[in-house]
């Protein structure tokens, strides 16, 4: 798995665009939660509240990209290579604790929502359920490849900085 197939910026151009749009979620979730209270729709009122408690990938998605984001020393080592090689060891690490990390998510989102649509909506709602569990794998696994990635091209950044001077 290459980690710098996105340059640094780009990688942090998505991330952006994933915070604004899950700020947009919420909002819209909140107008929906709100209307279909006050009409006391109350079986479109629990489906909103469902994709509400699923929303809350977005927090574990950016926590995951904070953690790495949070690293700012920077492995230098006797060559360019042998530092590059340490980062690359630590990403690898990094991405498997991620990926399991997200999988462990994802299938905890798609247990809650099987419960929530089992007992409190008391329906079968296929639909609803492959739609929030192909929503979390997205942004869960995401996350993880871009917190990884704006991991190692920081570093990377921080390397040639100091061997190549740039």
Not at 42 to 59: A, G
Not at 107 to 131: D, E, K, P, S, T
Not at 137 to 161: C, H, K, N, P, W
Request: some cysteine; glycine content about 4%; overall charge positive.
């Amino acid at each position: 798995m290459t980690f710098d197939s996105l340059s640094w910026t780009t990688q942090q151009t998505i991330i952006w665009i994933g915070l604004y749009l899950a700020y947009a979620s919420w909002a819209v979730l909140a107008i929906l939660l709100l209307r279909h209270l006050v009409k006391k729709d109350w079986p479109r009122f629990k489906i909103t509240l469902l994709y509400t408690l699923n929303s809350l990938n977005f927090l574990f998605a950016y926590g995951m990209i904070l953690a790495l984001a949070l690293i700012v020393v920077t492995p230098i080592e006797d060559t360019r290579e042998h530092s590059i090689d340490i980062i690359w060891n630590e990403a690898e690490r990094y991405f498997a604790d991620r990926l399991r990390f997200a999988i462990i998510a994802t299938f905890g989102f798609a247990l809650l929502n099987w419960l929530y649509l089992r007992f409190q909506v008391r329906r079968n709602v296929l639909r609803h359920a492959i739609i929030l569990f192909c929503a979390d794998a997205v942004v869960l696994f995401s996350a993880m490849y871009l917190s990884v990635g704006s991991y190692y091209t920081g570093m990377l950044q921080e390397i040639d900085r100091h061997f190549l001077g740039q």
